[in-house]
């Protein structure tokens, strides 16, 4: 079957640095993607792996391991606004977005 | 209209009612999707169109219809709403097609159901 796991919740601090781990089990993959959710709205996209490695996008970046099933986004200087649930999506193959039930970050000052 | 929207913001209706949330998109996607997303439960996919004229069922598609007449709309319909419906629904598009790029989705600003 199809399987993303992420953890339930994390807290961190105002200004330090957080990684969100996802571990993923999907029948074909055609990439793996990072989403945001803020309270009360919709997701918004925040990366986009295809390859194994580091993608850098200002404070956020988002790691790939296609053979180990492993993906985690990186948040630097977080900053209050960043309190959100972010969402791990790999896409099968059949190109449907897999969701994991999300990582709720909670930051304090 | 800009991007994905959604029709109504929030609704309460009754039980047995039949009911139909509205998403409309003007970026010329083929693919457009309607998820529900319960506490706790993250979202699970209902019904998905891979492009216009054709319409295939997801994980939690019982009670729920779809049609996909044109392009732009992807309305769900529920035919007699049970309790457990209650949900937020949100409406999606993607560009589609075979590079995996293509797949990022965007998302409508969600409807809020209760059904009593």
């Known amino acids: 079957g199809q399987n993303i796991d992420q953890p339930t919740e994390m807290t961190a601090t105002e200004g330090a640095i957080v990684q969100i781990n996802c571990t993923y089990q999907?029948?074909?993959?055609?990439?793996l993607f990072w989403y945001q959710q803020h309270a009360g709205e919709a997701p918004t996209f925040l990366s986009y792996?295809?390859l194994d490695g580091l993608e850098e996008k200002g404070r956020f970046s988002s790691f790939l391991s296609r053979s180990k099933g492993y993906s985690y986004l990186l948040l630097k200087e977080l900053q209050m606004k960043d309190s959100a649930s972010y969402l791990c999506?790999?896409?099968?193959?059949?190109?449907?977005?897999?969701w994991g039930a999300g990582t709720k970050l909670i930051i304090k000052p | 209209i800009a991007g994905i929207t959604q029709a109504p913001t929030s609704q309460i209706l009754a039980a047995g009612r039949r009911m139909t949330l509205r998403c409309t998109q003007d970026?010329?996607?083929?693919?457009m999707y309607w998820y529900r997303q319960d506490l706790g439960l993250g979202l699970r996919l209902i019904h998905y169109?891979?492009?216009?004229?054709?319409?295939g069922k997801g994980e939690v598609p019982d009670g729920y219809s779809v049609s996909r007449a044109n392009t732009d709309d992807f309305p769900l319909t529920l035919a007699s709403a049970v309790p457990s419906q209650t949900s937020v629904y949100f409406c999606?598009?993607?560009?589609?097609?075979?590079?995996?790029?293509?797949?990022?989705?965007?998302f409508g600003p969600g409807t809020r159901l209760t059904v009593l």
């Open positions: 999606a598009s993607s560009r589609g097609g075979g590079a995996a790029v293509y797949n990022e989705q965007f």
């Open positions: 970026m010329r996607h083929n693919a």
């Open positions: 169109s891979n492009t216009a004229g054709t319409t």
């Open positions: 999907t029948s074909g993959f055609n990439g």
């Open positions: 792996n295809v």
């Open positions: 999506a790999p896409a099968d193959s059949n190109y449907q977005l897999i």
